[in-house]
């Protein structure tokens, strides 16, 4: 038994302990705010308690966008997989680096003599990086040769990819994934579907034929020579299901279209990314030269290299990078994000490569006052499941860049929250309709399995302009309605009203 003396010494120390050790409630979120924003605190706390986030991790950061001061932050010091918000860092550094004018050339090239209208030699079409090449682009190259006189091709003709390296995919891109449109192999040749520019990539439509029991008809764009279509389809009648699979035989262009489709029901369509893309600008070009009367009496070549004393007798630019970023930040361009990256490679490195070019990445992050040395970065699309930033590394991103000539372009390429127009709203066209947050959120968003960002800018209600970064990951189900909150939680807040 103790004494009446000691234990009334022993309750007393354990009541003392209670103020001196603060209580702490481990299910909630550990932040760093300050006291002046207390409100927006609590409403931001109460945000992460979600229970869709238990198990997961959230890194967010909030700042003034006029003095770069930390308002908010939660675990934003943890590295996270930013998803396509790693495009945020490759649009910022691309600008700085080529600049908002740079353009990407493609040329034709002879190596030979030109007598009367013919070459007595070969002809090589160089592509440069351009992502936005289309069959009209490959025509009015094929027209521009036959105003130069040429009406026929002694030689061959062959595709120059040279200007990269031939590494086709980023590192960690799953097996899985190789056939889709959005990790299309990456080519300093390539061409491009539609307006979208998935440059690497074929639109397969499938369209049911008008009598029960035939095969559906499958149309390919651009139409070409380069990709076989295995069609093995059946249209049914129009009271049964759609049931189409279009997919891409690994380590081939067969791309298999099987299934069936009701009559008068609606088409399947599917973006492919074909193999060796180069070989698709390639045909596309043989069939303009054959469209414009051009006579090639020797072959096709898919992979060659232009001497360096080939003489230009037609040329070609991209839109400047300032109009590239519209379809790549608004749609989340995967491939545009790593022709960037490579092209940076090659302008600072004389090496198109994704080591060269994630290397100038980390350069001008570090000259910018972000700390690179904490991130581990694997490509410019965010596509890799091994990159890692912190949310308040891409918070400090996007403060910096407020001060840079190239800012108004940048800013202009984020998704608008609400604009139903798919170049201005992009990825955040149907998000945040009828809040505060609509037509004034502009943020880069972002998506993996188990992976979801939104980055970018907002205005309070009471007009203080803000930054955020939101990366979660490691959930099961869908918590993009998380950072829809956060965003909507900041449009909607008066800072005057705290004390």
Partial sequence: MWPVKSKQMVVLFLTSLLFF???QDYDAPQVTASYENAALTDELNMILTDEKLEGALAGVSIRSAETGDVIYEHDAGKR???ASNMKLLTAAAALEILGPDYTFPTEVLADGEIKGNKLHGDLYLKGKGDPTLMEKDFEDLAHSLKEAGVKEVKGNVTAD???YDDIRLSEDISWNDE????AAQVSALTAAPNEDYDAGTVIVEAHPAETAGEAAEVKVVPDNDYVEVIN?????PMDQEKDISIKRKHGTNQIIVEGEIPVEGYRSRSWVAVDEPAGLALNLFGKALDKEGIKVKGELVEDGEAPESAELLASKQSMPLEELLIPFMKLSNNGHAEVLIKEMG???????SWEKGLEVVEEFLEETGVDADTMRLRDGSGMSHVN??????ISELLYQVRGKEWFPAYLASLPVAGNSERFVGGTLRYRMNDTPAEENVKAKTGSLTGVTSLSGYVTSKDGEELIFAVVLNNYLGSVQEVEDDIAITLAEHEFSTEE
């Fill in 21 to 23: 050790v603060p209580f």
């Fill in 80 to 82: 996270l997989k930013p």
């Fill in 161 to 163: 990819d040279s200007w």
């Fill in 179 to 182: 056939t889709n449109y959005y």
């Fill in 232 to 236: 093995q389809t059946k249209t049914v």
């Fill in 346 to 352: 090659k302008v600072v490195h004389d090496e198109g």
């Fill in 388 to 393: 890692m930033v912190p949310a308040h590394e």
